[in-house]
């Protein structure tokens, strides 16, 4: 199967420790995009990437969050200093070169529970 | 402030009846209307997405239908199935121009259930 992957798929960790997750979008794609899904909600946009480089931040992600995408390939997002507040499903998606269209493929998600 | 406003929350529907879930925008520099399926677990899948430029999109037993006047879109499934019970989201993005990435605004989600 060829399409997004994360890792891990669940993630418990105690308040105040750093977490990171991995985003691995389907290849050739060169649009990468992170959104944050609480129970019951919709997800909500995080971050974008074209190619390498990080082009919008959503204000949801404080100076807590950081996101690489360091090859243009997979990407990365860390939490430093977890809060109870951060508990939530962490999605990625990709997306191919706009003019082939813009249809978002999701991963399954990182479910994040912070003690 | 929600850009994309989703009704209902919830919806039981038979086996065999229509399913229908509404969403309205306010933005009109939105461009791009895809509505998602969301089982417990997963993440997002597309079902099916709409432009402005037409009014109806049918795939299969869903259809999309769309009034840019009213600035809102709909969608409809046919012969609703128990396999169909999920959340479905509705989105929308801004179209091309100066800054704009792509980014999917999200309705609130409408969690369907059919009853066999």
């Known amino acids: 199967d060829t399409g997004v992957s994360q890792d891990p798929r669940h993630k418990i960790t105690k308040r105040g420790q750093n977490v990171t997750f991995r985003c691995d979008p389907i290849?050739?794609?060169?649009?990468l995009y992170w959104y944050r899904q609480t129970l019951g909600q919709g997800p909500e946009f995080l971050t974008y990437?074209?190619?390498?480089?990080?082009?919008?931040k959503s204000r949801l992600l404080s100076d807590r969050f950081s996101a690489e995408r360091p090859k243009g390939s997979f990407s990365t997002l860390e939490i430093q200093r977890t809060e109870q507040g951060d508990s939530a499903m962490y999605l990625c998606?990709?997306?191919?070169?706009?003019?082939?269209?813009?249809?978002?493929?999701f991963g399954p998600g990182t479910r994040l529970l912070v003690l | 402030q929600q850009q994309v406003k989703q009704s209902p929350q919830s919806l039981i529907v038979q086996k065999g009846g229509i399913s229908i879930i509404n969403c309205a925008y306010e933005?009109?520099?939105?461009?791009?209307f895809p509505w998602y399926q969301q089982f417990p677990g997963k993440g997002p899948a597309l079902l099916i997405a709409?432009?402005?430029?037409?009014s109806e999109k049918k795939e299969g037993r869903f259809t999309i239908s769309f009034n840019k006047s009213a600035k809102q879109f709909s969608l409809h499934i046919m012969d609703s199935q128990p396999g169909d019970s999920a959340t479905y989201f509705c989105?929308?993005?801004?179209?091309?121009?100066?800054?704009?990435?792509?980014?999917?605004?999200f309705g609130q989600g409408t969690t369907l259930q059919v009853k066999p």
């Open positions: 933005n009109t520099a939105f461009d791009y």
């Open positions: 709409i432009r402005p430029d037409v």
């Open positions: 998606a990709s997306s191919p070169h706009s003019s082939r269209g813009w249809t978002q493929y």
């Open positions: 290849s050739e794609h060169n649009r």
């Open positions: 989105a929308a993005k801004k179209g091309d121009g100066s800054g704009n990435t792509g980014k999917l605004i």
């Open positions: 990437f074209q190619n390498e480089a990080q082009l919008e």
